[in-house]
Each structure stands twice: as structure tokens, then as C-alpha cells.
């Protein structure tokens, strides 16, 4: 459920699945969701074990975000500074997009609801 989240999230930043680092990215929030201290290791605890699981290197996986960010900061930058809640000056690093995106969808969809 968490990973249909994350791909709304990626739908409203007009992120598509075409890009090779829509998959690393889905992983690499998945990370990030379930441990937010992973944010401060994030080769180590994120970029190595998503790299793990698709065979490839961490910087592969690293630079295949930052090609999503750059992307998406070209094309909709109004988004990306909408869901970052501040002024952006230039395409978020890769470890930026994964926490924007992991900070929206915690406020977005796991935040509970008022008990009443």
C-alpha cells in the first residue's frame, strides 16, 4: 500500500514510470518511510540496498534520481516547490526528492485522523 502512495506522489509531480529511476526512487521512499534516520546515511542505508535489489551500483541508483529531479524541475517546478512547502532555486538533490517525497506522503496519506 505504501509503494501506491509513493506513485501518486510521483503521478502528481508528473513523474512517469518511463524514467529507469521511477523504480529506485518508489524503493529508495520505501527506505526512507520505514527508518527516517536513513536520511542521514543515505549511501550506506538507502542508495547501497536499492542498488542491492536491482543489481546495480549505488551511484547508478543516485544518479538515476538525480535525472528525475533535474527532469522534474524542468518540466514542473512550481510542483516540486509545492510539495518541498519552500522556495526551491535550483532541482533538489536526490536525497532532497526522497525526503519532499516521503515528508508528503506522511502528511498526505499516513497522517492519522482526528479521533472524535
Same mark, same amino acid.
Given at each position: 500500500?505504501?509503494?501506491? &502512495? *509513493?506513485?501518486? #506522489?510521483?503521478?502528481? %509531480?508528473?513523474?512517469?514510470?518511463?524514467?529507469?529511476?521511477?523504480?529506485? %526512487?518508489? %524503493?529508495?521512499?520505501?527506505?526512507?518511510?520505514?527508518?527516517?534516520?536513513?536520511?542521514?546515511? =543515505?549511501?550506506?542505508?538507502?542508495?547501497?540496498?536499492?542498488?542491492?535489489?536491482?543489481?546495480?551500483? +549505488?551511484?547508478? =541508483?543516485?544518479?538515476? *534520481? @538525480?535525472? =528525475?529531479?533535474?527532469?522534474?524541475?524542468?518540466?514542473?517546478?512550481?510542483?516540486?516547490?509545492?510539495?518541498?512547502?519552500?522556495?526551491?532555486?535550483?532541482? +533538489?538533490?536526490?536525497?532532497?526528492? *526522497?525526503?519532499? *517525497?516521503?515528508?508528503?506522503?506522511? @502528511?498526505? &496519506?499516513? #497522517?492519522?485522523?482526528?479521533?472524535?
Amino acid at each position: 500500500m505504501i509503494e501506491w &502512495y *509513493i506513485e501518486q #506522489t510521483l503521478q502528481e %509531480l508528473h513523474i512517469q514510470k518511463r524514467y529507469c529511476g521511477y523504480r529506485l %526512487l518508489v %524503493l529508495s521512499t520505501v527506505l526512507a518511510l520505514e527508518d527516517e534516520n536513513s536520511l542521514t546515511e =543515505v549511501e550506506s542505508r538507502i542508495y547501497k540496498p536499492v542498488a542491492r535489489q536491482y543489481h546495480c551500483k +549505488p551511484s547508478n =541508483v543516485e544518479r538515476n *534520481i @538525480r535525472t =528525475v529531479a533535474k527532469r522534474t524541475w524542468e518540466q514542473f517546478p512550481d510542483g516540486l516547490c509545492q510539495m518541498a512547502r519552500y522556495d526551491l532555486t535550483g532541482p +533538489p538533490s536526490p536525497s532532497e526528492l *526522497i525526503e519532499m *517525497i516521503m515528508n508528503h506522503v506522511q @502528511r498526505t &496519506y499516513l #497522517t492519522p485522523k482526528a479521533f472524535f
